[in-house]
């Protein structure tokens, strides 16, 4: 379990391909404290640490999960969001996310508005339910409110502020119209839709 709230990135620098994928990513965790079997969240993407090496951890990507994800996150030197597992007593500054992504979407518009910018990303058809004004999502593990929620014929468009803050301590700062984006919705919403599906039927 995670709260979205990013506590580092790390780097990709190596990327072995086996049956799965197997990755080592640079950090600046103290990885003493991490033990062997620990979750972390990659890029929104729960991962078991499998190894340590004297930087970072070594984790097993599945063919699941890459066929479920963003590609972009998983090539050497690319950037991700990371964070550790929620702990009893942690503070909860984001809201509950899994590290189980729904869907992919993709960035289609970032404008600036004021210090901050105005980040468009064009989701998938089957997750829009899911989404409302001023509800919360995961974007690339990143614990966001939606702003706004445009549904037209053919796509649904979501946005959200990117202040300063968020940019400088995410993979954000980088992000460019394009990029894919990997997306969590609310547990909350998830349940209380099964929830009026089961009463319809």
């Known amino acids: 379990m995670f709260t979205g709230i990013i506590t580092d990135i790390g780097t990709v620098t190596r990327v072995e391909a ?84 729904d869907a992919v979407g993709q960035i289609v518009a970032i404008n600036p508005v004021g210090d901050s910018g105005d980040v468009r990303i064009r989701v998938p058809a089957g997750i829009a339910p899911y989404l409302a004004p001023k509800g919360s999502v995961a974007l690339d593990g990143v614990s966001l409110t939606v702003n706004t929620v445009e549904d037209t014929a053919d796509s649904t468009v979501i946005g959200f502020n990117l202040i300063p803050h968020s940019a400088a301590h995410t993979t954000f700062g980088d992000a460019a119209v394009g990029d894919a984006v990997n997306i969590e919705i609310d547990v909350l919403a998830r349940y209380l839709k099964r929830m009026r599906d089961v009463s319809v039927t």
Not at 23 to 33: Q, R, V
């Open 18 to 101: 086996r049956g799965d994928a197997r990755l080592t990513i640079s950090c600046s965790y103290d990885m003493a404290g991490v033990a062997i079997g620990a979750s972390i969240a990659c890029a929104g993407v729960c991962l078991t640490v499998v190894d340590k090496t004297a930087g970072g951890f070594v984790v097993d990507v599945s063919a699941e999960t890459l066929s479920k994800t963003a590609p972009q996150r998983w090539r050497e030197a690319a950037r991700l969001n990371l964070e550790r597992a929620l702990r009893v007593g942690d503070e909860l500054g984001g809201h509950i996310v899994t590290g189980h992504v």
